[in-house]
């Protein structure tokens, strides 16, 4: 099986259709079934069970699964070895981060490189998932979260107390919430993840029983935009919200665990010319946030 079957046989294992191998791997879905037929003819062997829910493997497709997985181990070490031996200032750099952090730091960056480097195209992903930079779905990524892999060099550059905020317009509609009232009487708004992990949940250590959860929702940008829009009481870093014009409920009070943001790349890719030059310009616009 050569490197090109193994891509196709890999993303059929991983999206179940082929419709969601298709998009992986940017061609049609007639092309996908195609190459999946061709391949099991050339291996004499059924390698998927055509369900109504999609493509599931047999015996003899796990036991090729293994192998091909071996395979994209060495594919990808190699290339990120010859990356990494890149010294042109030029080419595509694969950035991911969430769509906050996005916005008010990566689009300056990119900006900032585009008029040093205008060879130098960044490819931005904004987003909450979490994608792997070991498998080369990102060069780098931008995070608040340190990965665990040791493979990957991970650089802290900034960090953030997390306050409690409002807009000026509800603070004149409903006052300010009493410490220790369990925000009885006003309406809140959360990071949806937070719900989902089923713990008492709180806000800079408040218990919200007796508060309103008025909205949910699913990225730190938009309990930001909630905030400021008046819909409730919210936490979010503190510099974010001295940046959004907000104010800062409970001054004396921060959430337990600041607000780390990570900087995130490959140890192989980490003196690639193009890399490099993309990470000095986003350590530059986080360097005067911490507080």
């Known amino acids: 099986m050569n490197w090109d079957d193994a891509r196709v046989f890999l993303a059929v294992c991983r999206e179940s259709t082929l419709r969601g191998a298709a998009r992986v791997l940017g061609v049609d879905q007639a092309t996908v079934g195609r190459r999946v037929t061709a391949l099991e003819k050339s291996l004499s062997a059924t390698l998927f069970l055509r369900t109504s829910e999609g493509y599931a493997l047999t015996a ?34 694969r950035v991911s981060t969430t ?63 997390v306050g409690l905020f409002a807009s000026q317009g509800y603070v004149d509609a409903h006052g300010v919430p009493e410490p220790g009232s369990a925000f009885e009487g006003h309406d809140l708004v959360v990071y949806q993840p937070y719900l989902a992990g089923n713990k008492e949940m709180t806000l800079v250590s408040e218990p919200l029983t007796r508060g309103r959860i008025v909205s949910s929702l699913g990225s730190g940008l938009l309990v930001r935009r909630s905030i400021a829009a008046g819909i409730g009481v919210g936490e979010i870093p503190v510099y974010m919200g001295e940046r959004d014009g907000l104010v800062r409920l409970w001054p004396e009070r921060t959430r337990p665990v600041p607000y780390d943001v990570w900087l995130v790349t490959h140890a192989d890719l980490r003196h690639t010319a193009r890399v490099r030059v993309v990470i000095d310009e986003i350590v530059e616009v986080f360097a005067d946030t911490s507080a």
């Not at 796990?62 to 071996?70: G, I, P």
């Open 60 to 93: 003899v497709g796990e036991a090729a699964l293994q192998a091909v997985e071996k395979m994209e181990v060495s594919a990808l070490e190699m290339q990120r070895q010859i990356q990494g031996l890149d010294d042109r200032l030029t080419g595509t750099v």
């Open 99 to 161: 769509d906050s952090l996005a916005i008010d730091f990566l689009i300056p960056a990119i900006a900032s490189l585009h008029g040093k480097h205008p060879d130098v195209q960044v490819q931005l992903d904004a987003s909450t998932q979490m994608i792997s930079l070991a498998k080369r779905e990102a060069d780098i990524a931008v995070r608040n979260a340190r990965p665990d892999n040791p493979d990957l060099i991970a650089r802290r550059i900034a960090r953030w107390p």
